[in-house]
């Protein structure tokens, strides 16, 4: 038999983590450092971020997809601060009334900054004109024009009237006015006739009278057309006297303000528009006393005030203090934070609105510069999604009611104009939400072509860790922390590598990081030390472990107690301590677990009692069918696999998955079958293909570290350890603790390559190889599996041959 060499295996105490050497580094503390500027180890993500930001095309947007904490949010605010200042402030953005359609506002844009203005000349418009109308409204000119012109009427009115009398008594009548017009009274010999009287004339006076009676009324019909032509005549031409005096009043303000604004169509429409308003609703100007008498006031409408509405501004977007493009980040991106809203006020129990209430969205805000939303958030408020893609398909904005949209009420609303819009989109989120949106809706890679991919990790060298000095360096100054010196660095950097899970890599979610810089410097603080040590950086390390592994400690405790059984010392047949992790959320940590086998003969095949009662998920499944590969290529080529096996994850009450434990399964199946013990104090994880190869798993530095806190509570013996995958060397970042027990021989970590490694690391029994015949040689842990086997499916045969003879026996016919 040929063994292995395991002290070969056996890892050494400097290959358990990356050790950094503060006298490596060629300052002294961070304080001899230039803080660090932009991002480090994102090389790719900023690359993307830097031509999506500077190609000016449509469907051009950004995703910025990583994990949360890779630095995304602070990097893209200080990259849109530096572009965007090198570019052009956009337009202002206003809304003024409609006088065609009162319920379709108008937009109006302006140069940056004359929004406001413009707002403000409105409103010195609006007085200047309040005071120029009531100025010459009130002048003597004015008056007199309007006295004349009511004298005339009168003088004229009365000369028809008199005229009218005159040829109502040649006919023999007074008239008299009553509210349905003149009522003519005949006058015999002087007297005036009541009916009596007049039903006792002759007949032929009153023939005479009829016929004069109806040339009477043909009369005073006519001098009533006559008198409401006058009164016609009369309002006309006082109307034209106002609209005189008005435009000699304000036609120079109007027309200053189209002067200054002479380049902007839209203000020339619109103020000519407020001029015929103004002429048409001079009444409105001119102050009565029976306005100011009204014992009602608040119930006029349409007087001068509801008038003086008209002719404000809205000034939606306001740039005049905006230094090149805008850049808004928007954290609740609901609906109507996106794309505006127009709110509504109650008047005596009517919901009423108009144009000034119209309020602006994000998009409006960052109109012609960058817009920041976070992915999660737009994709959880309702419509907010849809409404941004309708943006970006229309590159307008209209604002609605929403409620309006999906029917929910319905009531009379504006319907402002849309704006046009070109603004930049960058959204922040996850790969899985960047996958699912890029599969599942067809519109997202059309406006969102550019990716910018932010990676978890990143290569560790000195470059890095320069940078990563720099990095801290630039925090203690943005946050006023004491500085760290080359040790505290050092143990940050080596924090770095434990978060990044790998030796020669450093983490990139620097807000983990950070936790720690804020933690150490309060130890720092009071240890009254003027720099952050190591110490300081450890103490942070081991207060933040505290502080979640409450759990933990519960799951040793009952170790301890025997609640949970473990066996560390001395060998047992078809029993092994397997390694899961186990994740609570804001900590992870490695729980052993105690894997039995049972093997006998049969054909069920290797049974899983998780698998048959739904507690292992499907991965951990596919790692038991490949332990039934392995066996049946190794052993069940010249003979089918008789084997029935139960495997069993003792005193496991909740789900497992992953197939970390397949090795260890297969260990002990191996273990079963040979009838050969297995060292309780080793335990294992490493997957394994059907070749026998292990195959790496995650999680390795915890569950060592959980394992060795079992051993150590239960006392260390120097023959317990645990096994890997070679491939994981990389990835340890053990604790002092751990190591220093492994540098004393106290515990040992092994690393193979394959099962045959493994098993007789955990048996002390080689595996064995097959001669030149295809034989195992004899006593090892093959040849003794083989050999089981042989005689499970001889026996199986046999047991099968003798069922099936009477059943001929009684099948058969006599000849």
Same mark, same amino acid.
């Given at each position: 038999?040929?063994?292995?060499?395991?002290?070969?295996?056996?890892?050494?105490?400097?290959?358990?983590?990356?050790?950094?050497?503060?006298?490596?580094?060629?300052?002294?503390?961070?304080?001899?450092?230039?803080?660090?500027?932009?991002?480090?180890?994102?090389?790719?993500?900023?690359?993307?971020?830097?031509?999506?930001?500077?190609?000016?095309?449509?469907?051009?947007?950004?995703?910025?997809?990583?994990?949360?904490?890779?630095?995304?949010?602070?990097?893209?605010?200080?990259?849109?601060?530096?572009?965007?200042?090198?570019?052009?402030?956009?337009?202002?953005?206003?809304?003024?009334?409609?006088?065609?359609?009162?319920?379709?506002?108008?937009?109006?844009?302006?140069?940056?900054?004359?929004?406001?203005?413009?707002?403000?000349?409105?409103?010195?418009?609006?007085?200047?004109?309040?005071?120029?109308?009531?100025?010459?409204?009130?002048?003597?000119?004015?008056?007199?024009?309007?006295?004349?012109?009511?004298?005339?009427?009168?003088?004229?009115?009365?000369?028809?009237?008199?005229?009218?009398?005159?040829?109502?008594?040649?006919?023999?009548?007074?008239?008299?006015?009553?509210?349905?017009?003149?009522?003519?009274?005949?006058?015999?010999?002087?007297?005036?006739?009541?009916?009596?009287?007049?039903?006792?004339?002759?007949?032929?006076?009153?023939?005479?009278?009829?016929?004069?009676?109806?040339?009477?009324?043909?009369?005073?019909?006519?001098?009533?057309?006559?008198?409401?032509?006058?009164?016609?005549?009369?309002?006309?031409?006082?109307?034209?006297?106002?609209?005189?005096?008005?435009?000699?009043?304000?036609?120079?303000?109007?027309?200053?303000?189209?002067?200054?604004?002479?380049?902007?169509?839209?203000?020339?429409?619109?103020?000519?528009?407020?001029?015929?308003?103004?002429?048409?609703?001079?009444?409105?100007?001119?102050?009565?006393?029976?306005?100011?008498?009204?014992?009602?006031?608040?119930?006029?409408?349409?007087?001068?005030?509801?008038?003086?509405?008209?002719?404000?501004?809205?000034?939606?977007?306001?740039?005049?203090?905006?230094?090149?493009?805008?850049?808004?980040?928007?954290?609740?991106?609901?609906?109507?934070?996106?794309?505006?809203?127009?709110?509504?006020?109650?008047?005596?129990?009517?919901?009423?609105?108009?144009?000034?209430?119209?309020?602006?969205?994000?998009?409006?805000?960052?109109? /012609?510069?960058?817009?920041?939303?976070?992915?999660?958030?737009?994709?959880?408020?309702?419509?907010?999604?849809?409404?941004?893609?309708?943006?970006?398909?229309?590159?307008?904005?209209?604002?609605?009611?929403?409620?309006?949209?999906?029917?929910?009420?319905?009531?009379?609303?504006?319907?402002?104009?849309?704006?046009?819009?070109?603004?930049?989109?960058?959204?922040?989120?996850?790969?899985?939400?960047?996958?699912?949106?890029?599969?599942?809706?067809?519109?997202?890679?059309?406006?969102?072509?550019?990716?910018?991919?932010?990676?978890?990790?990143?290569?560790?060298?000195?470059?890095?860790?320069?940078?990563?000095?720099?990095?801290?360096?630039?925090?203690?100054?943005?946050?006023?922390?004491?500085?760290?010196?080359?040790?505290?660095?050092?143990?940050?950097?080596?924090?770095?590598?434990?978060?990044?899970?790998?030796?020669?890599?450093?983490?990139?979610?620097?807000?983990?990081?950070?936790?720690?810089?804020?933690?150490?410097?309060?130890?720092?603080?009071?240890?009254?030390?003027?720099? &952050?040590?190591?110490?300081?950086?450890?103490?942070?390390?081991?207060?933040?472990?505290?502080?979640?592994?409450?759990?933990?400690?519960?799951?040793?405790?009952?170790?301890?107690?025997?609640?949970?059984?473990?066996?560390?010392?001395?060998?047992?047949?078809?029993?092994?301590?397997?390694?899961?992790?186990?994740?609570?959320?804001?900590?992870?940590?490695?729980?052993?677990?105690?894997?039995?086998?049972?093997?006998?003969?049969?054909?069920?095949?290797?049974?899983?009692?998780?698998?048959?009662?739904?507690?292992?998920?499907?991965?951990?499944?596919?790692?038991?069918?490949?332990?039934?590969?392995?066996?049946?290529?190794?052993?069940?080529?010249?003979?089918?696999?008789?084997?029935?096996?139960?495997?069993?994850?003792?005193?496991?009450?909740?789900?497992?998955?992953?197939?970390?434990?397949?090795?260890?399964?297969?260990? &002990?199946?191996?273990?079963?079958?040979?009838? &050969?013990?297995?060292?309780? /104090?080793?335990? &294992?994880?490493?997957?394994?293909?059907?070749?026998?190869?292990?195959?790496?798993?995650?999680?390795?530095?915890?569950?060592?570290?959980?394992?060795?806190?079992?051993?150590?509570?239960?006392?260390?013996?120097?023959?317990?350890?645990?096994?890997?995958?070679?491939?994981?060397?990389?990835?340890?970042?053990?604790?002092?603790?751990?190591?220093?027990?492994?540098?004393?021989?106290?515990?040992?970590?092994?690393?193979?390559?394959?099962?045959?490694?493994?098993?007789?690391?955990?048996?002390?029994?080689?595996?064995?190889?097959?001669?030149?015949?295809?034989?195992?040689?004899?006593?090892?842990?093959?040849?003794?599996?083989?050999?089981?086997?042989?005689?499970?499916?001889?026996?199986?045969?046999?047991?099968?041959?003798?069922?099936?003879?009477?059943?001929?026996?009684?099948?058969?016919?006599?000849?």
């Amino acid at each position: 038999m040929i063994f292995i060499n395991i002290n070969n295996l056996k890892l050494e105490a400097k290959q358990l983590r990356r050790f950094v050497d503060p006298l490596g580094f060629e300052f002294e503390t961070t304080e001899d450092i230039i803080p660090l500027e932009g991002i480090i180890g994102q090389e790719r993500a900023v690359k993307a971020t830097e031509f999506a930001l500077s190609i000016k095309r449509s469907g051009y947007n950004l995703f910025m997809s990583g994990l949360t904490g890779t630095g995304k949010t602070r990097y893209i605010k200080s990259k849109l601060k530096d572009f965007a200042q090198k570019e052009k402030t956009p337009e202002d953005i206003c809304y003024v009334y409609n006088f065609r359609k009162t319920s379709h506002p108008i937009c109006i844009t302006l140069p940056c900054g004359k929004g406001q203005e413009f707002k403000t000349d409105m409103e010195d418009l609006v007085g200047d004109l309040q005071e120029a109308i009531t100025k010459v409204f009130a002048g003597d000119e004015y008056e007199e024009s309007k006295t004349q012109f009511l004298k005339d009427y009168q003088n004229e009115k009365q000369k028809i009237i008199q005229e009218l009398h005159k040829f109502a008594e040649e006919k023999g009548f007074i008239l008299k006015y009553a509210n349905s017009g003149y009522l003519s009274i005949p006058v015999h010999e002087g007297k005036q006739l009541n009916a009596d009287e007049y039903d006792n004339l002759e007949p032929s006076v009153k023939d005479i009278f009829e016929k004069n009676t109806y040339e009477v009324q043909e009369k005073a019909l006519e001098v009533v057309k006559i008198i409401q032509q006058l009164e016609k005549n009369v309002k006309e031409k006082i109307k034209k006297l106002q609209n005189e005096m008005a435009i000699f009043a304000i036609g120079h303000l109007i027309k200053n303000l189209q002067d200054k604004y002479s380049k902007i169509n839209r203000i020339q429409t619109y103020l000519k528009n407020i001029q015929n308003d103004i002429l048409q609703n001079l009444e409105d100007f001119i102050d009565s006393e029976e306005d100011d008498k009204s014992p009602f006031p608040w119930l006029k409408k349409g007087g001068k005030e509801g008038l003086l509405l008209k002719y404000q501004v809205n000034v939606l977007v306001d740039n005049s203090e905006c230094k090149g493009a805008p850049v808004i980040f928007e954290f609740n991106p609901t609906y109507h934070n996106l794309v505006g809203r127009i709110e509504y006020v109650n008047e005596l129990g009517a919901v009423t609105t108009d144009y000034t209430k119209i309020k602006p969205g994000a998009l409006h805000k960052a109109n /012609g510069g960058y817009l920041v939303l976070q992915a999660k958030d737009v994709l959880t408020n309702p419509f907010a999604w849809e409404g941004l893609k309708r943006v970006l398909k229309t590159q307008e904005l209209t604002i609605e009611d929403i409620r309006e949209q999906y029917g929910a009420v319905s009531i009379a609303s504006l319907k402002p104009e849309p704006t046009k819009i070109d603004v930049k989109i960058i959204i922040l989120g996850n790969p899985y939400l960047y996958q699912l949106l890029y599969s599942q809706d067809e519109d997202f890679r059309k406006f969102f072509k550019i990716k910018a991919d932010f990676d978890s990790d990143m290569d560790l060298n000195y470059d890095s860790m320069s940078k990563m000095a720099a990095f801290i360096s630039s925090h203690c100054l943005q946050e006023k922390l004491k500085h760290f010196d080359r040790t505290g660095i050092a143990k940050v950097i080596e924090y770095s590598t434990r978060l990044a899970g790998h030796q020669n890599k450093l983490t990139t979610r620097f807000n983990e990081l950070v936790e720690i810089l804020y933690e150490a410097d309060v130890y720092a603080a009071i240890d009254n030390s003027q720099y &952050v040590t190591s110490e300081h950086v450890e103490r942070a390390f081991r207060e933040k472990k505290y502080r979640s592994n409450r759990y933990e400690e519960k799951i040793q405790e009952m170790f301890e107690q025997g609640k949970l059984l473990i066996t560390l010392e001395g060998d047992i047949i078809g029993q092994i301590n397997g390694l899961a992790v186990v994740n609570i959320g804001d900590y992870a940590f490695g729980k052993p677990n105690r894997i039995t086998a049972a093997t006998y003969m049969g054909r069920s095949g290797v049974i899983n009692i998780e698998r048959e009662i739904d507690l292992s998920g499907s991965i951990h499944d596919k790692g038991l069918l490949i332990l039934i590969g392995y066996l049946g290529e190794k052993f069940a080529q010249d003979r089918p696999l008789a084997l029935s096996a139960s495997l069993c994850f003792e005193q496991l009450y909740g789900g497992i998955d992953g197939d970390s434990a397949s090795s260890t399964e297969l260990y &002990v199946l191996l273990s079963s079958l040979a009838e &050969v013990p297995i060292k309780q /104090g080793i335990a &294992v994880t490493g997957s394994v293909n059907q070749k026998g190869e292990i195959q790496p798993v995650g999680g390795i530095t915890e569950k060592i570290e959980g394992f060795y806190a079992i051993c150590n509570l239960k006392g260390l013996t120097g023959d317990q350890g645990v096994i890997i995958p070679e491939q994981n060397i990389s990835d340890l970042m053990l604790n002092s603790e751990v190591i220093e027990a492994v540098e004393n021989g106290k515990f040992h970590i092994y690393a193979v390559q394959n099962i045959d490694e493994g098993i007789e690391i955990l048996s002390g029994v080689p595996a064995g190889k097959k001669d030149k015949q295809g034989n195992y040689a004899k006593g090892t842990i093959y040849y003794l599996v083989e050999q089981k086997l042989k005689k499970y499916s001889k026996s199986y045969i046999e047991i099968k041959k003798d069922s099936e003879e009477p059943t001929k026996e009684l099948t058969e016919e006599p000849s």
